[in-house]
Nanobody, 133 residues
């Protein structure tokens, strides 16, 4: 049975840090591309970051670049998202995802984009991150 189980969401003050984890079962991470998305109330699901666990290639969207770090541990079949310098606008439900597409990003006419939600094969149920003073 395929399962992606996120954990680590919490209430944190602006400027604080959190580490999210995504424990995967039912398939091996090194055969997939892993990604993090988020959705704030009233907003659409937004791409955050991506990693190809088999080679460590990573991708970050502009809102989190320089503040978030994605990593994976294939021995533990787990993906992580280290978040620092958190802002109010980072508050959202964070979702772990896995895709059979062997890349994190693609070039478009207007630049580069991360994996799309429609390109995801498996989703976790999400973990809530609240940023508030």
């Amino acid at each position: 049975q395929v399962q992606l189980l996120e954990s680590g969401g919490a209430l944190v003050q602006p400027g604080g840090s959190l580490r999210l984890s995504c424990a995967v079962s039912g398939f091996t991470l090194d055969s997939y591309t892993a990604a993090w998305f988020r959705r704030a109330p009233g907003n659409e699901r937004e791409a955050v970051s991506c990693i190809i666990p088999s080679d460590g290639l990573t991708y970050y969207t502009n809102p989190v670049k320089g503040r978030f770090t994605v990593s994976s541990d294939t021995a533990k079949n787990t993906v992580y998202l280290e978040m620092s310098s958190l802002k109010l606008e980072d508050a959202a439900t964070y979702y772990c995802a896995a895709s059979l597409i062997p890349y994190c990003s693609a070039h478009t006419g207007s630049g580069e984009r991360m994996l799309l939600p429609m390109e995801i094969n498996y989703w976790g149920r999400g973990t809530q991150v609240t940023v508030s003073s």
